[in-house]
């Protein structure tokens, strides 16, 4: 992990304090709550990606729980569906948070991703911002 830090500081040190998501590499509760930690105190304009599921298809929802309850930023990648959007936000509360819903992934299977980012987009509260990646966000 130690070229991947010196990597992302020299990210960090381009954005000029803007937000920016720095996404954990390991696939499990405990290193990715590890490398959240390390990850989030590179600067106070960075944002914790974390999958909302791991490969091994298990929900990272343990993993956001504890990043939320030590006041990490985070952006909560490969959004499918609506069912996760309604696990997490409960976690969620009051944090910072993005989603992003992986829209053009959906359409790339076939399925409309307008129908089911408007499906999630009623749940949102006014403390989680939406990121929408793909056609749809034409």
Do not use: H
């Amino acid at each position: 992990m130690t070229n991947y830090i010196k990597f992302t500081k020299e990210l960090i040190n381009k954005t000029n304090n803007r937000p920016i998501s720095i996404e954990v590499i390991a696939n499990d509760d405990e290193n990715c709550t590890r490398q959240g930690e390390i990850l989030s105190k590179l600067s106070n304009n960075v944002y914790v990606k974390i999958p909302v599921i791991f490969t091994s298809g298990q929900s990272s929802k343990k993993t956001i729980q504890n990043l939320v309850d030590k006041n990490i930023k985070l952006n909560i990648t490969a959004i499918f569906e609506k069912s996760q959007v309604k696990e997490i936000l409960p976690i969620l509360k009051d944090s910072k948070a993005i989603l992003s819903i992986f829209s053009g992934r959906i359409f790339d299977i076939g399925i409309d991703a307008k129908n089911i980012f408007a499906k999630c987009q009623n749940i949102f509260t006014k403390t989680v911002i939406a990121g929408l990646y793909g056609p749809a966000a034409e």
